[in-house]
């Protein structure tokens, strides 16, 4: 069945690092993949997404990779900043069907 | 631009009742979706609404359902509450169904049943 799975529930990195979040889907079919960020008391915000068509995507200071043949999902954070700690959620999406978010990782910044 | 405006943002409800809530999307955006999230869980899917028709359902009971208004506002309503409906009910506007484009998500209405 479908399923957006992520490989770890929390990361810690130090401030300046940089972070790779990953995440593992199930359906080959899915066209659409999206990272949103959620802060506490806030709403997923959209950070970046990428077309199965796409293997890359840099936005700033974000990077997102799409591997299909091992079906799997990365985002990576450059220069991570305090303001980075958040609750990251990846989505996967396959033409007019629902968004089908992932449980989430929680990404802790060390000063 | 105004973002998404969820309303009320914190509701306490008592196991029985029923309860409402309201979802103004970005002006322009058609599509109105609900997620239910919960420690844990992710963000379930509730249901989507596009054009006041509703055009995606998820597996959730009878009980949750909802509807959209020719301006594109949304309401969702649960009847009869559980405990377990406590949650943080999301939700998210889109210029195309089924979240086409992005998703912009309201700041959601954190429900708690006692």
């Known amino acids: 069945g479908e399923s957006v799975g992520l490989h770890l529930p929390t990361l810690s990195v130090q401030e300046g690092d940089n972070s790779i979040i990953n995440c593992a889907y199930s359906?080959?079919?899915?066209?659409?993949f999206i990272w949103y960020k959620q802060e506490s008391g806030k709403g997923p915000q959209f950070i970046i997404d990428?077309?199965?068509?796409?293997d890359k995507r840099q936005g700033q200071r974000v990077t997102v990779l799409l591997n299909k043949t091992v079906k799997h999902l990365s985002l990576q954070i450059a220069a991570t900043q305090p303001g980075d700690s958040a609750v990251y959620f990846c989505?996967?999406?396959?033409?007019?069907?629902?968004?089908?978010f992932g449980t989430g990782t929680k990404l802790q910044v060390i000063p | 631009k105004a973002g998404v405006t969820q309303t009320p943002r914190y509701l306490i409800k008592t196991r029985g009742q029923q309860v409402t809530l309201s979802c103004s999307p970005i002006?322009?955006?058609?599509?109105v979706s609900w997620y239910q999230q919960t420690p844990g869980q992710g963000l379930q899917f509730l249901f989507e609404?596009?054009?006041?028709?509703?055009?995606n359902k998820g597996n959730f009971p009878g009980r949750f359902s909802g509807r959209q208004f020719s301006n594109s506002r949304s309401e969702m309503n649960v009847s009869t509450l559980e405990l377990g409906d406590s949650a943080l009910y999301l939700c998210?506007?889109?210029?195309?169904?089924?979240?086409?484009?992005?998703?912009?998500f309201g700041s959601g209405t954190r429900l708690t049943v006692v």
């Open positions: 998210a506007s889109s210029v195309g169904t089924g979240g086409s484009y992005g998703y912009t």
């Open positions: 359906n080959s079919a899915s066209d659409y």
């Open positions: 989505a996967e999406k396959r033409g007019y069907q629902k968004v089908t």
């Open positions: 002006s322009g955006h058609r599509s």
């Open positions: 609404y596009f054009s006041e028709t509703q055009r």
């Open positions: 990428i077309r199965s068509n796409m």
